[in-house]
């Protein structure tokens, strides 16, 4: 994600309108608005893409009862952040009726996948974990493809995760409760730059 500005500059309303025309406008593009920052996030390759599916295939046999979205988010109570996880793990029919910003409730996993761009160190590693603690969700897994690592977040305080797991590829993950799922990683590597 390019940050736009060091300042917050739009009210969480006044994001959402403008995500919306842009996206009608402009193709290859997702805004993310987090700690008040617009920034533009890139769209996913076909390795990115292949590495949501092996997890949705995983979440859903495991746990038939949950879906992995590829949805928005309204995040944070400070600031009022939106937030384009990769994937968002909950109950299934969970968005049903919120718009292209869903609340948070009900979510028990977000996803990320790390891209192609310079910006990844500040997003994924420092940004969003910090902003996914702040609005309450319990696990938070970055599937790093820089480092060969999966990184697991969990136990939010409201500030930070208290928890913090790194595994390289090729290791069983355990996603702690609420998702209680084991990842075998071992095919993670088929897809790392």
């Not at 987090?34 to 599916?53: R, T």
């Not at 994937?87 to 969970?94: E, H, I, N």
């Not at 820089?146 to 409201?158: H, I, K, L, R, W």
Request: glycine content about 8%.
């Amino acid at each position: 994600m390019t940050a736009i500005s060091d300042r917050p500059q739009m009210l969480p309303e006044e994001f959402e309108e403008f995500a919306r025309h842009l996206t009608r406008t402009a193709l290859g593009i997702r805004l993310e608005f987090i700690n008040g920052k617009l920034g533009i996030k890139p769209v996913p390759d076909g390795d990115h893409s292949m590495i949501i599916e092996w997890l949705t295939r995983i979440c859903i046999q495991a746990r038939p009862e949950l879906w992995l979205y590829n949805h928005g988010l309204k995040i944070q109570t400070y600031r009022g952040g939106r937030a384009h996880p990769d994937g968002t793990l909950a109950p299934s029919g969970t968005v049903a009726g919120q718009g292209e910003w869903a609340s948070t409730n009900g979510v028990l996993m977000v996803v990320e996948v790390t891209s192609c761009d310079s910006d990844t160190e500040r997003r994924d590693r420092v940004e969003k974990p910090r902003a996914y603690a702040e609005t309450g969700i319990p696990v938070y897994l970055l599937i790093d493809r820089d480092s060969a690592e999966v990184t697991v977040y969990s136990e939010p305080d409201g500030v930070r995760y208290e928890t913090v797991q790194i595994l390289p590829f090729g290791k069983t993950v355990r996603l702690p409760e609420p998702v209680g799922i084991s990842l075998d990683t071992e095919p993670l590597k088929n897809w790392v730059r």
